[in-house]
């Protein structure tokens, strides 16, 4: 079992940045590939980003790349998303999930490629 907590969000404008945190407890951290996902009013859950065990190896959505950065401590069993030039349609509940890997699999965007999931942190972006 692993908990994960996530923290960072708020209220940004356009163009702004922030910094999403998920801190992990539990099982050992590095055991895990971990992803965030969003989910906005009225839509599905959806994948933004993935990252390996060891940080090496990371997955982006299209709607972000370039503009998100995955990221990991182990030693802090952290992972991190750092959000630049925001936009309003990033506005969404973030949601951090753990799979039972160190590795992602080639289906990394699904849902169910995750055992655990943090509660959310509420991202909104104003225009």
């Known amino acids: 079992q692993v908990q994960l907590v996530e923290s960072g969000g708020g209220l940004v404008q356009a163009g702004g940045s922030l910094r999403l945190s998920c801190a992990a407890s539990?099982?050992?951290?590095?055991?895990?590939?971990m992803g965030w996902f969003r989910q906005a009013p009225g839509k599905e859950r959806e994948f933004v980003s993935v990252?390996?065990?060891?940080?090496?190896?990371?997955v982006y959505a299209e709607s972000v790349k370039g503009r998100f950065t995955i990221s990991r401590d182990n030693a802090k069993n952290t992972v991190y998303l750092q959000m630049n030039s925001l936009k309003p349609e990033d506005t969404a509940v973030y949601f951090c999930?753990?799979?039972?890997?160190?590795?992602?699999?080639?289906?990394?965007?699904?849902?169910?490629?995750?055992?655990?999931w943090g509660q959310g942190t509420q991202v909104t972006v104003s225009s």
């Open positions: 999930a753990a799979r039972n890997s160190p590795m992602y699999s080639e289906k990394y965007y699904r849902i169910e490629e995750y055992a655990y």
């Open positions: 539990g099982r050992t951290f590095s055991m895990y590939a």
């Open positions: 990252i390996s065990w060891s940080g090496g190896s990371t």
